[in-house]
């Protein structure tokens, strides 16, 4: 059995995933994994309301990061296959951080994933480092808010501190791989002058990721469609790195980023249009949609007396079950009697069309007729709009894409390896620019 880890003094146990087989644990991990803010992931279902769709999609947050763990661990050891490193300790230590980086990565969802951030408390309330709060400190705090204060300010730190001592890795290393914003303390991510703090965090999260190679794997296979599947081992084991220096301070250090083989190309293609599809025809359900609208309905309403503590020793116990026991007892609230009782608005129009590009005068013409006949028929009746696009990356500023820049690595096998940015290799960001917009009408009445 290849249990994927270096020489280590730990005890190893071995656990089974029905999507990667066999995953060896440290004993380290172990006990980061038995720790009750770990554990409560156990009862974060990983779809929120999409087993109301997908009967079988009951899978959770605990699953899926064990299993961006391993998949994080095998990206490592596929980029970092010759010896990039001034020591095998500094390796190991390296590895152990990506691994631990990538188990932690979700460990501090609100119930249902997603959807309750609505009742997150400002993350001012937190006690999170500045950097980590931006400039506004009135914002609603995140799902990333939690991860970064549960790693910085909880007994699931404390017992990073000790059991990881002697490898030199501590809760700031992993935030710092969770959260890019928060500065480095110390030169842990630096070896022969090069900073690979980056290319860790893009293994963590970036276009190609541990995070989304396990989830869109993961979740196909518990919704039982065919989209989020991909060529897994391949995509791995294509994966290398390129660094990058300061041409006008040759003083600093330079970078390590992600970059990908040329030959493997086609599968990242297939892999991002994997993601896409598993967005449109599953993540935005239109059960689904209708579900996580009328939460956010009753969150936001007067009455709500549903709140996500900042304090953790209260948020623990905040999970799936004693998010459903609430709306049950909510009976005087419509959404969340709708919600209990599986009732819920039905889906009355539904659009497709790309986002920024005005909408055909006969479909306008629809959907303001529909809403005018609801209205004078005194009908109750919800709009949402759902985005779905290929790239993030590409989609966004250009100080996210410096932020996250990946390289192609381009080899004929008679001169030396070329790297050149990963969007100058394909052309599905330019095929994809616009994003996918879904746009539905729910009323509180079936309509004939």
């Known amino acids: 059995m290849d249990l994927n880890l270096p020489n280590t003094r730990d005890r190893l146990v071995e656990i089974r995933d029905v999507i990667h087989g066999s995953i060896a644990l440290s004993e380290r991990e172990r006990r980061v994994i038995d720790t009750p803010l770990f554990q409560r992931l156990r009862n974060i279902r990983q779809l929120g309301f999409s087993e109301l769709a997908y009967p079988c999609a009951t899978h959770n947050r605990y699953s899926h990061s064990i299993g961006a763990m391993f998949l994080a661990g095998q990206a490592f050891r596929h980029i970092f296959r010759e010896d990039s490193f001034s020591s095998k300790t500094v390796y190991e230590n390296y590895f152990h951080l990506v691994r631990l980086a990538a188990l932690l990565h979700d460990v501090g969802h609100g119930p249902l994933s997603h959807t309750t951030e609505f009742a997150m408390p400002l993350v001012a309330e937190l006690g999170v480092p500045a950097e980590v709060v931006g400039g506004d400190k009135n914002r609603q705090a995140t799902h990333e808010d939690y991860t970064i204060k549960i790693l910085l300010d909880s007994p699931l730190g404390d017992l990073i501190r000790a059991r990881y001592a002697d490898l030199e890795i501590n809760p700031r ?3 710092c791989l969770v959260c890019m914003d928060l500065p480095e303390l110390d030169d842990f991510f630096v070896d ?11 293994i963590i999260s970036s276009e190609i990721d541990a995070d989304r190679m396990d989830y869109l794997q993961r979740d196909s296979y518990y919704t039982g469609v065919s989209y989020g599947r991909f060529e897994l081992d391949w995509l791995i084991s294509n994966l290398t790195y390129h660094i990058t220096s300061d041409d006008q301070d040759p003083r600093e250090n330079a970078t390590a980023h992600l970059a990908l083989s040329h030959r493997a190309i086609y599968t990242f293609e297939d892999f991002l249009l994997s993601r896409y599809h598993m967005f449109l025809m599953v993540y935005y359900h239109h059960k689904s949609v209708i ?10 309403s007067p009455g709500c007396s549903f709140k996500i503590p900042a304090d953790l020793d209260s948020y623990v116990d905040f999970d799936d079950f004693s998010l ?11 959404w969340a009697r709708r919600i209990a009782e599986r009732n819920p608005y039905h889906l009355a129009y539904e659009l497709h069309t790309s986002t920024g590009a005005s909408l ?3 479909d306008s013409a629809k959907v303001d007729r529909l809403r ?3 209205r004078e028929k005194g009908i109750p009746f919800l709009e949402t709009r759902n985005r779905g696009l290929v790239s993030k990356y590409m989609n966004s500023n250009a100080s996210y894409r410096k932020h996250d ?10 001169s030396p390896n070329r790297f050149v940015p990963l969007e100058k290799v394909t052309e599905l960001f330019r095929r994809y620019q616009s994003d996918k917009q879904i746009i539905r009408i729910y009323s509180a009445e079936r309509l004939r």
């Open 372 to 374: 005018t006949e609801l």
């Open 324 to 334: 459903w026991l609430h709306l049950r007892g909510q009976k005087s609230n419509e």
């Open 173 to 175: 290393h992993i935030a």
């Open 360 to 362: 055909e005068l006969d």
């Open 405 to 414: 820049e990946i390289y192609a690595m381009l080899s004929d096998r008679f």
């Open 291 to 300: 579900y996580d609208q009328m939460l956010e309905q009753y969150l936001k």
């Open 192 to 202: 022969k002058r090069v900073n690979y703090r980056k290319i860790f965090h893009q």
